[in-house]
């Protein structure tokens, strides 16, 4: 399987610019993409593709990288975008990382 | 627009059968390109996904779950099937379905609320 390692928690404050990464264990070239999941609610695809914005989304969501870097950067952060941020590829078999929690301090 | 909802069992007990339905409102399961897919999420917030059925009817599984796993479709009622043999309490997740995106069948635009299911005696 390609596991996907994101860091646990953040903490911005609102008006920041804030990255979200993602590290992959092996190349998945660009087929990765992230979600955004608030409690008790369904994950929200927000970039596909490594960094097309998903119709709908905010243009303050942008994602970048290829191979086994990764990035989901909020600029800037508002207090609604207090969430879990996940990451997903789609190379292989499909994995999840285990999730970003961003706190607004 | 597409609208997925799904309905499970809410308590299963060990070594039985679990089975979740997936109905879908806004278009049909059969229109090209679409990608029907499981995905569920465990207590502390593992995501896995499970596997898919196509708009044609092809499917494919998670090679981890391929020997528990089955899913299948209605057309007529426009419900897609999940069901998952031989449960543990390792099962006990949040199960829920999700749309692919045209031609990109594992990237889900759209997700049904999700039915918490429990393992246990």
């Known amino acids: 399987d390609t596991v996907l390692t994101q860091s646990p928690a953040l903490a911005v404050s609102p008006g920041e610019r804030v990255t979200i990464s993602c590290r992959a264990s092996?190349?998945?070239?660009?087929?990765m993409h992230w979600y955004q999941q608030k409690p008790g609610q369904q994950p929200k695809l927000l970039i596909y593709?490594?960094?097309n914005l998903e119709s709908g989304v905010p243009a303050r969501f942008s994602g970048s990288g290829s191979g086994t870097d990764f990035t989901l950067t909020i600029d800037p952060v508002e207090a609604d975008d207090t969430a879990t941020y996940f990451c997903?590829?789609?190379?292989?078999?499909?994995?999840f990382g285990g999730g970003t929690k961003l706190e607004l301090k | 627009q597409v609208n997925l909802q799904e309905s499970g069992p809410g308590l299963v007990k060990p070594s039985q059968p679990l089975s979740v339905t997936c109905s879908v409102t806004?278009?049909?399961?059969?229109?090209?390109?679409?990608?029907w897919n499981w995905i569920r999420k465990f207590p502390g917030n593992k995501l896995e996904w499970m596997g898919y059925?196509?708009?044609?009817?092809?499917?494919y599984y998670n090679p981890s779950l391929k020997s528990r796993i089955s899913i299948t479709r209605d057309t007529s009622k426009n419900q897609f099937f999940l069901q998952l043999n031989t449960v543990t309490t390792e099962d006990t997740a949040v199960y829920y379905c999700?749309?692919?995106?045209?031609?990109?069948?594992?990237?889900?635009?759209?997700w049904g609320q999700g039915a918490s299911v429990t393992v246990s005696s």
């Open positions: 999700a749309e692919g995106l045209p031609g990109y069948p594992y990237v889900m635009d759209a």
């Open positions: 092996e190349s998945v070239s660009t087929g």
């Open positions: 997903q590829q789609s190379w292989n078999d499909p994995t």
């Open positions: 059925i196509s708009y044609d009817g092809s499917i």
């Open positions: 593709g490594a960094s």
């Open positions: 806004g278009y049909s399961i059969t229109t090209s390109y679409y990608y």
